[in-house]
């Protein structure tokens, strides 16, 4: 099973603050993985954790892959997850960083 990776989801925080996208936040996922076959789970999992989302609100990162082929395009989950960042930004800015 994977195991999520603090110094990651630090990483993920630290970019929404200094206003990236969340394409880029997933990109940096799989750069921090080069030699794991990264599942749409395991974006799930990440942005679930960084972003104190409640169950089902990081359901758009399973229509979203790397090599563009996903259901949904860079554009379209930057649309969508953004909001969703942002709504929660007081829950995890206030979480606790560990690392």
């Not at 954790?49 to 990081?58: I, N, P």
Request: negative net charge; glycine residues 8%; aromatic residues 10%.
């Amino acid at each position: 099973m994977f195991g999520t990776h603090v110094e990651v989801i630090n990483s993920l925080r630290s970019m929404a603050i200094n206003g990236k996208t969340p394409s880029e936040m997933l990109r940096k996922i799989v750069t921090d993985h080069p030699s794991e076959v990264l599942t749409r789970n395991v974006f799930y999992q990440y942005f679930l954790e960084a972003f104190c989302f409640s169950e089902g609100e990081a359901s758009p990162l399973y229509g979203w892959l790397p090599d563009g082929s996903g259901e949904l395009k860079d554009t379209n989950i930057d649309d969508l997850m953004t909001t969703r960042i942002q709504k929660n930004r007081m829950a995890w800015e206030n979480a606790p960083r560990h690392g």
